[in-house]
């Protein structure tokens, strides 16, 4: 049995997300793979510099940014962290290189920005012969070594037109990219869903003849969803809202605690988006 590593953290949900559905699928297809997933900061957590200051993950920082809206100034905390993982480079190659002698695989997946090099450099020292694969699990690249790298032995699996055209832009060849429909979602998402619209709009509460639009900002969710549900409801629309706060409960609270003029239906984490 051939086995995979596929590599993610949890900055924002969707790495995990991204994951845990390619691990699904290879099930469902009975293919005679076996999948380990990986969590990287587990892997790293010695050398995460920003925890040993702050008590707190880098995965962490990212998800407190994102539910506070705090993303004023992201670019410029963007390339600190960059220097930052510049200047650990040897160290986390080092590190990377001892776990993949200790937990050998015949394909290396990634599922996370950043650390490409780092882990796609480690890996060619252990198995130069053996492949490396990124998963951009964003809609575009945010360049520079965010999540393409002038390396040739990255392929890269891109789910638009504009991160393939980044990709060869960089320098890799079309034998090292793949254009996808889209990006990875979990099995249920393609499951027939038999289940009665205006049932479920009763369910939660909503009207039977009003549009309804789904506001979500990943699995850790955003105070700018109370403001994008502010304008909403101030302009008077003929329209209703479901609120996928995610592990936000500071933001679910909040929106529940307002009256609102539009019909609204707020969830906390849930897995069941498809629905």
């Not at 599922?111 to 699990?137: D, G, L």
């Amino acid at each position: 049995m051939n086995k995979i590593h596929v590599v993610f953290h949890d900055g924002g949900g969707g790495h995990r997300n991204a994951a845990v559905a390619l691990q699904t699928v290879i099930s469902q297809q009975q293919r005679d793979w076996q999948v380990e997933l990986i969590q990287f900061q587990d892997l790293t957590d010695r050398l995460d510099v920003l925890r040993k200051l702050t008590g707190i993950r880098i995965q962490q920082q990212y998800n407190i940014l994102l539910q506070n809206g705090w993303t004023l100034g992201s670019t410029y905390l963007l390339r600190i962290l960059q220097a930052t993982i510049r200047l650990f480079h040897r160290p986390l190659v080092n590190l990377l290189e001892r776990f993949w002698r200790e937990k050998p695989a015949e394909l290396l997946i990634s599922v996370i920005p950043h650390f490409n090099r780092q882990i796609c450099e480690s890996w060619n020292r252990v198995y130069p012969s053996r492949p490396f694969v990124t998963i951009i699990t964003d809609l575009a690249d945010f360049p520079p070594r965010f999540w393409i790298e002038p390396v040739k032995e990255q392929y890269v699996i891109a789910g638009t037109e504009k991160a393939a055209e980044q990709a060869r832009a960089i320098g890799h060849d079309d034998a090292h990219v793949f254009l996808t429909s889209g990006m990875i979602l979990r099995p249920d998402f393609y499951v027939e869903d038999n289940s009665d619209p205006i049932a479920l709009r009763r369910e939660f509460g909503l009207r039977e003849d009003l549009p309804t639009a789904i506001v979500l900002f990943g699995g850790h969710g955003s105070k700018v969803m109370y403001d994008i549900t502010e304008k909403l409801d101030a302009a008077g629309l003929p329209l209703q809202l479901i609120l996928i706060c995610g592990r936000n409960e500071e933001l679910a609270a909040k929106l529940r605690a307002r009256p609102w003029k539009m019909p609204v239906h707020i969830v906390g984490f849930t897995k069941e988006v498809h629905r």
